[in-house]
């Protein structure tokens, strides 16, 4: 009987919801409702039926969750001209929008991220930047920035992206198939992972998993691996979920239309938190909310999530805002949260003792991918070797007012250089038999045992001449040792190289700016087109000991990166002239004397 009785209210109740009469008296319900079937056609009725079972499910979906028995009849407000709007309060809570913030929790966020004088500007900038690819091909494994402000949230955002890209393009995509051949079969080089160049030949669909994939790696390390918040918006909520992509974009769009955050308050209206606990049900979530994520809204409510993932209590400094004045720029915190999951200002190893139980905390933890900044070569910072030395070879670069991204395909760039490990083990041995104290010199049988133990040949008149003392001094032996053939055991280089690093470098900036090179012809002359930057650098590190003099004299070969590295191949060019950006002295700090040249316009890192 009550199973009857719902039915009867659900088919007036929907019934109400196509038209815009008041409700009639419940006694001419079962005569409506038998009118309403047999003047349906068969396909109508089998429509409405289907409509009918949908409704009762979600009815009894929420009465199980509000504990309320199935057959309750709804109250007499309910019945009312408003009954669609209730009907689609109820679907968005039944697929629960998340959770609301508290005034105090919007308050506090609010505060942390813009402080307490933010003017409107530097509000649009943070609202008006989503998390997209650039549609330009050269560039379309970037994301683009269009807004001043975001930048600390979408390279760091990047570099995560670059390294699922380059360095795992296999776990990216359903089928080999979908992907060249040389980006889904991962090469070994020296024991190293070797990724592909070709950027341009990413799938879409493959960019969207890297994304999903990168956003929930950096909220969990947020959320110390145990969690990871999302946030979104309770105008879209779940809205865009199993929506086609046109609807999706029609949803967001009216979603956000006349939509602003310029207090607190506004931010408690419209934002809505999801908490996860498993990296499955997070990138689930992510996926169906990436067309969020993409609009104008994206890069603040990642920001947004990724603050709550860690906990609003987690800082060193909560007196400042993240977002700095005046130009509305990513503070080091929000970039550091994001690359180690700690909201720390500083860039060094651990922590530093100031005395009197004070303490400034820095980078505690090996990172994935790093950072390095041009105020370091300034001498106004120094970067840690945790974020100087990340697991992969892809770092944030900090100027004054913006960050981009460096990084190598070929994890090799951050090897020790062969020859100075040569180097060191032959100082070792030296050393081991030194009896003076420290003197550098050691006896004529303890040389021979280094010789020995080194493999090292040397011709009988140099043998000799070292020997004539009775004693062997270090340097006098360092200096045959780099005269010797690396074949006789000394660190000669045949190819003219000395020991000399080369590899590439490439650099991406993601704001879009004129590009003339990219120029499209027009009636009335040139257009720049406007794009992100990406910029190969041929890069040339000497080993620590070879002397000034040495470095302008030795030749770099023109071939490519894995023939250089083999030695074999090589054909031994005059070198390059040296050029200087500010980046080369970014790239510096971690690899000193580096030497680098490039195609075209500088690298721009502002």
């Not at 991204?405 to 032959?426: G, H, K, P, W, Y």
Request: aromatic share 6%.
């Amino acid at each position: 009987m009550a199973d009857q009785q719902e039915e009867e209210d659900l088919r007036m109740a929907l019934r109400m919801s196509m038209q815009n009469s008041p409700p009639e008296p419940k006694s001419s319900r079962p005569r409506e409702a038998a009118n309403l079937a047999t003047t349906k056609t068969p396909e109508e009725s089998r429509r409405l039926q289907r409509e009918l079972m949908a409704t009762a499910a979600e009815k009894r979906m929420l009465a199980a969750v509000k504990n309320v028995p199935a057959s309750s009849s709804p109250s007499k407000s309910e019945r009312g001209g408003d009954l669609g709007r209730k009907e689609m309060e109820i679907k968005a809570k039944e697929v629960n929008l998340g959770n609301e913030l508290s005034e105090e929790e919007a308050y506090q966020l609010f505060l942390m991220v813009f402080g307490s004088g933010v003017s409107k500007d530097i509000l649009a900038q943070w609202s008006n930047q989503g998390i997209r690819f650039s549609l330009d091909p050269e560039t379309s494994m970037g994301l683009v920035q269009h807004e001043g402000g975001p930048c600390g949230v979408l390279a760091t955002i990047q570099a995560f992206v670059l390294k699922h890209l380059l360095f795992f393009p296999d776990e990216l995509v359903k089928a080999a198939q979908s992907m060249p051949e040389n980006l889904t079969s991962r090469r070994l080089s020296k024991n190293h992972y070797v990724a592909s160049n070709i950027f341009a030949a990413f799938t879409e669909d493959a960019k969207s998993r890297t994304l999903v994939k990168s956003m929930g790696e950096i909220l969990f390390l947020c959320g110390n691996n145990k969690r990871a918040v999302i946030a979104t918006l309770s105008s879209i909520g779940h809205g865009v979920e199993g929506s086609v992509d046109s609807s999706k974009d029609v949803i967001i769009a009216q979603a956000l239309d006349g939509l602003s955050i310029e207090s607190a308050s506004d931010l408690q209206k419209v934002l809505r938190v999801d908490t996860y606990t498993t990296p499955a049900s997070a990138f689930e979530r992510l996926e169906a909310m990436i067309p969020v994520f993409q609009s104008r809204m994206g890069a603040l409510l990642f920001l947004i999530s990724a603050l709550l993932s860690r906990g609003l209590a987690d800082r060193d400094d909560p007196s400042l805002p993240l977002v700095t004045a005046p130009f509305g720029h990513a503070s080091q915190e929000i970039v550091n949260l994001l690359l180690c999951g700690q909201a720390v200002p500083n860039v060094f190893d651990g922590r530093m003792d100031l005395g009197g139980g004070m303490f400034l905390k820095g980078v505690s933890t090996n990172v994935e991918v790093g950072f390095l900044t041009l105020l370091e070569s300034l001498n106004f910072c120094k970067v840690g070797q945790n974020l100087k030395c990340p697991k992969w070879p892809i770092w944030v670069v900090g100027s004054e007012s913006h960050y981009t991204v460096l990084f190598a395909v070929d994890t090799a760039v951050q090897d020790e250089n062969e020859l100075e490990e040569r180097e060191s083990q032959i100082r070792k041995a030296f050393d081991a038999q030194d009896q003076s104290g420290g003197g550098g010199f050691i006896s004529v049988e303890g040389f021979h045992q280094v010789l020995r133990g080194m493999n090292i040949r040397l011709p009988s008149e140099k043998l000799d001449s070292l020997c004539s003392s009775g004693f062997i001094v270090w340097s006098e032996f360092w200096q045959v040792i780099l005269d010797l053939d690396n074949s006789l055991g000394g660190l000669k280089d045949s190819t003219g190289q000395m020991g000399r690093k080369i590899f590439d470098l490439y650099h991406f900036n993601g704001i879009a700016k004129s590009d003339l090179n990219g120029s499209q012809a027009t009636s009335g002359g040139e257009t720049p087109i406007q794009r992100p930057r990406l910029t190969k650098l041929r890069v040339s590190v000497p080993p620590r000991w070879m002397p000034e003099e040495f470095m302008a004299d030795v030749a770099v070969p023109s071939g490519s990166a894995d023939s250089e590295s083999s030695g074999k191949g090589t054909e031994v060019a005059k070198p390059e002239p040296p050029q200087h950006a500010p980046l080369v002295d970014c790239i510096r700090t971690r690899w000193p004397r580096a030497v680098c040249n490039w195609v075209g316009d500088p690298p721009s890192i502002v």
